[in-house]
Structures are given as structure tokens and as C-alpha cells.
């Protein structure tokens, strides 16, 4: 037998190599037919008497056997997930033939999408867990061996694609005033599967009623001027190589090759079980939020002591589409795994992020076969609504980097998540940005020494933090809503004034406090005694993080309405 896996290379930038949303959505489309669909029909084409179902009880091999059962079927697919597409065929030449078919799919019909694939020899009396293993190697060495070609970028005669800068081949189908532009066959076949993708996402995580999926990025529900911003969510579990790699160690024996393909397929599906269920449950809070204020808008209000409204903090408006429904204010773009995208208003990416996580780690936790739950790293990049997309994305893969940096290197094992205003653009790594926006040093009074202090807390736990409990999201939670009260709102060089003296370190926090006549700063962390008087505690700044959200942060529960 011949053991094949399959996996599309360099996805995200493929996915998301242009600002324009209908070329993102029909690029992870075709990522996902390349992993998938396309995967399963080639091998149903090419060995006819096959398995591609993981739960019609068909195999390679009887159960109790540990014979090569070549004669009962040509193919079973092993599982698909994670962008591999893992498969056993009787014979050599089927599994060429496989290769052969699907590279030349994804060169006709998905042009620029890269296709990494290898193969190894197996026999049933082999653990197949540890062959699968063995493959997966050999194929990360091929990924890192790979070689990219220099296309040929045009002659003096040729347009040249607005989206990737190749030779353009054709004009795009007009959409509303937009009267076309040219494009390369790789932004052809993007848009050419726009409306597929848009089914699909409807059939994966069909929208509330009376409302649609947005179409382009004005229609995110964004407040033009003040408020035209959007949030690049990027979420990715935790530990999932770790988990499958313990999968494989529980069936490494021969024997349970049949038991190792049951827990994989299980765990695959049980995975995208959950992703799908996060999603309905992202949409239903969202839908339940805007129903408080009539159905087509989300309005946060301060308020006082007595439940009365003070003020008006920021409203969503919602933009009406043509078929008298209302475009919600979030797009997912990849989902259907451990990590998803989506894009929405800036103003509910930290709150629809936090959502998604918490549900999708209930959903695994209650799922035996995602076999315990899966915590998430998540990151959220702000940015202006038509600022490079491709950048925006990079930006929230970072920070979704950063905070699984902090997670691990302080072994924690909760969630975690990372986020980034780039109001006016950025440059350089988040590191450097927060080295220069975030870092304050100072000459210590010992020898010179280079004190250094942090305003911002992020990365920060999703829950209570063990190892640095003023780094955790409730302390930043509980900031917003402090200085959203009557106390503080509205008073904007108030607020300002204290972001300023944050910025020169607790001597000049108190000078601020005598000035405004203020006991104390609001009690964010009942443990952090030296944050009322100083707004440090040790090395962070409890209230910056807090300072900056408070016009941006939309929360989706009702007792914050």
C-alpha cells in the first residue's frame, strides 16, 4: 500500500494577498476544495472501489485481521483536517495517479495556490500512527527544501493585475459602480468562486434570520469618519500537534491501526463539530446584542449609579441590504478548524474574539473525542477599514504569535490573546512598536542601571492569570467599565491627563491625582495595592490598556446595555 498526504502551502498569503474582501472569500474557498472536496472526488475517480466516508464502517482491512486486505477495496481516506489531506491506496500507481490529478486541478482551477505532497510505502503489519508521522516529517522537509519560482512578472505589452502585480489575463465582472479592473488567473479564479464560497459559509453557519453576511468592508456596520475602522481577528488552538501526536502514541501498535484512524477521523471531526457551534454561537450573542436597540443597531451608553443613562459612548449602525435584511458586522473568512479569521467593526473584535473562544472551549470540553478542551490564542489587529489587508492580516498572526509566546513561556495553560491599534498605520514588528510606543526606561538610582516599565499589559490571559495576575483580561475588563462610569466619562482631558502622567511613572500619577482632588484611582485588582495609589504595580501600568479601549471596546452582554 501506499501512504499519500497531501497540504497547501503558503495559505495566508494566498488568502489574503489583496484589500479586496471578495477575492479573500473566494481564495479560502479554493483553499478548502484544494484540502478537501477536490480531494475526495479525485480519489473516488481514481481507485473506484474506495472508502471516502468516515462513518459507513467500509476499510482496508477487516478488524480483526492484520493482513493486507488489498483485494477488498483500492482507497480509504484516513481523515482530512489541519490542511492535510491524508489517504491509503492499494497500489502505487493509484497514488501517483492521485497526486497527478490534483496537482493539475489546483494549477488549472486555483493558479498560485502551492501543493506540497509525498508518499511512503506502508504495510498493514507497520504502525501506520507512526508511519503517519514519519510522512508528515518527510513532508515538512520537502516545505523547507521547496524553492519558489520568479514568474515572469510581464512583457511591455501586458497590464499588469491591481492585486498581484502579474500579467493580467482578463477583466473582473463588474460589481456596482466598480466597472471591472484587469487581473491575473490567479484573481479570476478567486472571484470566479465567490458565490460558492458564500454558500458554503451559509451552509457551514447560516446567518440569524433577517440578516446577511456582509459583502465588502463598508458593509461591516463601521461609523464613516469617526469610527472607520475594522478588526482582523486571527484565533488558533493550542497544543493541536501535541494532541494528535498523543492520538498516534495511543495507537502505535500494529494492531490498532484501525483504532488510530477511528480516533483521528473522530478527532477531526470533533474539532470542526465545535468551530461550527462557536461560530452559530458568535452570531446568536451578536444578533441577541443588536435586538436590544431594535434589531439594526448596537448603542453603549455610560451609566450611573442608578442604572440611568449618562451618556452615549459609540454606536453600530448596521447598513441595510438589497433584500430588506441587515448585514451583520462580522465575516468569517477561514473557519471550519481550530483556527479561524474573521473580519468585523473594529469596536466588537476584542468582544467577538473573547466569545468565540470561551464556546469553543465548552464545546471541546464536552466532545470526548476533541479528547479534553482546547484553549485558543487569539489576535486582534485594528486598523483603518481600507488599509492593506494583507498587512492587517500579518499584523493579528503576530499578535495571535505573541500571545502564544507568553502562554508558553510562562506555562499557562488558558487561553490568552494579544491586540494592536494601528490607528495611523505601523511599522516594523510588534516588538519594536511596543519597544517604542509602550517601553518607558529609566536610570536607575544604583550604578546607572536601565530601569525599564511596560504601559501596556498584553499579552493578557483570557481568565485569571496564575503566574501574573495583573496581566490578565478581567483586570483590563474592569478598567474599561470604571472609567466608563459617571466618575470619569465624558471628562476627556481628565482622561487624557492621566494617560499622560501614566507615561512619566507613578511621581507624576500622584501629582495628577492632587491636581483633580482624587483619593485613589479606580480598584481594578483587589490584590494590587499599589495601583489606586500609583497606577503601577512593579513593572506594568494597570490603566493603560483600559484607557485605550474605552471608545472601542463594545461588550455583547446584556447587563452591560
Known amino acids: 500500500m501506499q501512504l499519500v498526504i497531501t497540504e497547501v502551502s503558503q495559505i495566508q498569503p494566498y488568502i489574503f494577498a489583496s484589500n479586496r474582501m471578495r477575492e479573500n472569500v473566494g481564495a479560502s474557498y479554493l483553499v478548502v476544495q484544494a484540502t478537501e472536496d477536490w480531494a475526495l472526488s479525485i480519489v473516488n475517480e481514481v481507485a473506484p472501489r474506495n472508502n471516502i466516508s468516515s462513518k459507513d464502517g467500509k476499510s482496508l482491512e477487516d478488524n480483526n485481521r492484520i493482513e493486507d486486505p488489498a483485494a477488498q477495496l483500492d482507497a480509504e481516506v484516513l481523515y482530512a483536517g489541519g490542511g492535510n489531506f491524508v489517504?491509503?491506496?492499494?497500489?502505487?500507481?493509484?497514488?501517483?495517479?492521485?497526486?497527478?490529478?490534483?496537482?493539475?486541478?489546483?494549477?488549472?482551477?486555483?493558479?498560485?495556490?502551492?501543493?506540497?505532497a509525498t508518499q511512503e510505502l506502508f504495510e498493514w503489519t507497520e504502525s501506520l500512527s507512526q508511519k503517519v508521522k514519519a510522512t508528515l516529517e518527510k513532508l515538512e522537509e520537502k516545505k523547507r527544501a521547496w524553492v519558489p519560482s520568479a514568474p515572469l512578472l510581464g512583457l511591455?505589452?501586458?497590464?499588469?493585475?491591481?492585486?498581484?502585480?502579474?500579467?493580467a489575463v482578463g477583466v473582473t465582472p463588474p460589481i456596482g459602480v466598480d466597472p471591472g479592473y484587469p487581473a491575473s488567473p490567479e484573481v479570476l479564479a478567486k472571484i470566479e468562486n465567490v458565490e460558492r464560497a458564500r454558500k458554503r459559509l451559509k451552509k457551514f453557519n447560516p446567518p440569524p434570520e433577517g440578516y446577511e453576511y456582509p459583502?465588502?468592508?463598508?458593509?461591516?456596520?463601521?461609523?464613516?469618519?469617526?469610527?472607520?475602522?475594522?478588526?482582523?481577528?486571527?484565533?488558533?488552538?493550542?497544543?493541536?500537534?501535541?494532541?494528535?501526536?498523543?492520538?498516534?502514541?495511543?495507537?502505535?501498535?500494529?494492531?490498532?491501526n484501525r483504532e488510530y484512524i477511528k480516533a483521528m477521523r473522530a478527532f477531526s471531526d470533533g474539532i470542526k463539530e465545535a468551530a461550527q457551534q462557536a461560530l452559530k454561537n458568535v452570531n446568536d450573542k451578536l444578533v441577541k446584542r443588536l435586538k436590544q436597540n431594535g434589531g439594526n443597531r448596537i448603542v453603549l451608553y455610560s451609566k450611573d449609579n442608578e442604572g440611568r443613562i449618562v451618556k452615549e459612548i459609540t454606536k453600530i449602525e448596521l447598513?441595510?441590504?438589497?433584500?430588506?435584511?441587515?448585514?451583520?458586522?462580522?465575516?468569517?473568512?477561514?473557519?471550519?478548524?481550530?483556527?479561524?479569521?474573521?473580519?468585523?467593526?473594529?469596536?466588537?473584535?476584542?468582544?467577538?474574539?473573547?466569545?468565540?473562544?470561551?464556546?469553543?472551549?465548552?464545546?471541546t470540553a464536552k466532545r470526548p473525542d476533541c479528547r479534553g478542551k482546547v484553549t485558543s490564542c487569539a489576535g486582534i489587529a485594528i486598523v483603518k477599514s481600507h488599509y492593506p489587508f494583507v498587512q492587517a492580516y500579518k499584523l493579528a498572526e503576530e499578535l495571535c504569535k505573541s500571545a502564544k509566546n507568553y502562554r508558553r513561556k510562562n506555562g499557562i495553560e488558558g487561553?490568552?490573546?494579544?491586540?494592536?491599534?494601528?490607528?495611523?498605520?505601523?511599522?516594523?514588528?510588534?516588538?519594536?512598536?511596543?519597544?517604542?510606543?509602550?517601553k518607558i526606561e529609566k536610570i536607575g538610582e544604583r550604578k546607572g542601571k536601565v530601569k525599564t516599565r511596560w504601559l501596556t499589559l498584553r499579552p493578557v490571559t483570557l481568565d485569571e492569570n496564575p503566574k501574573e495576575p495583573l496581566r490578565a483580561w478581567p483586570v483590563v475588563r474592569k478598567g474599561i467599565e470604571e472609567f466608563r462610569g459617571p466618575n470619569w466619562?465624558?471628562?476627556?482631558?481628565?482622561?487624557?491627563?492621566?494617560r499622560e502622567a501614566l507615561r512619566f511613572g507613578p511621581d507624576s500619577v500622584k501629582q495628577f491625582m492632587l491636581r483633580y482632588e482624587i483619593e485613589r484611582l479606580p480598584v481594578v485588582a483587589p490584590s494590587m495595592t499599589d495601583l489606586p495609589e500609583k497606577g503601577w504595580q512593579g513593572d506594568y501600568c494597570g490603566y493603560f490598556d483600559a484607557l485605550e479601549l474605552c471608545d472601542w471596546f463594545i461588550p455583547l452582554e446584556e447587563d452591560d446595555q
Open 415 to 438: 487561553s490568552c490573546l494579544d491586540w494592536h491599534f494601528a490607528l495611523s498605520g505601523f511599522a516594523g514588528s510588534i516588538e519594536e512598536i511596543r519597544d517604542r510606543e509602550y
Open 156 to 167: 511591455g505589452v501586458t497590464v499588469v493585475c491591481r492585486s498581484t502585480g502579474l500579467p
Open 87 to 116: 489517504v491509503l491506496f492499494r497500489s502505487e500507481d493509484f497514488a501517483l495517479d492521485f497526486v497527478r490529478k490534483l496537482s493539475r486541478k489546483i494549477l488549472t482551477d486555483a493558479p498560485g495556490l502551492q501543493l506540497v
Open 489 to 498: 466619562v465624558g471628562r476627556r482631558n481628565k482622561l487624557k491627563a492621566l
Open 319 to 363: 447598513k441595510p441590504a438589497e433584500n430588506g435584511k441587515w448585514y451583520l458586522p462580522i465575516l468569517p473568512i477561514v473557519y471550519g478548524g481550530d483556527d479561524v479569521t474573521f473580519i468585523c467593526d473594529g469596536r466588537l473584535g476584542l468582544s467577538l474574539a473573547i466569545e468565540y473562544i470561551r464556546v469553543f472551549e465548552k464545546e
Open 215 to 256: 459583502e465588502d468592508l463598508d458593509h461591516l456596520g463601521r461609523s464613516p469618519g469617526e469610527y472607520s475602522h475594522i478588526a482582523v481577528v486571527h484565533i488558533d488552538g493550542n497544543d493541536m500537534g501535541q494532541r494528535k501526536k498523543k492520538i498516534g502514541e495511543e495507537y502505535k501498535d500494529p494492531r490498532q
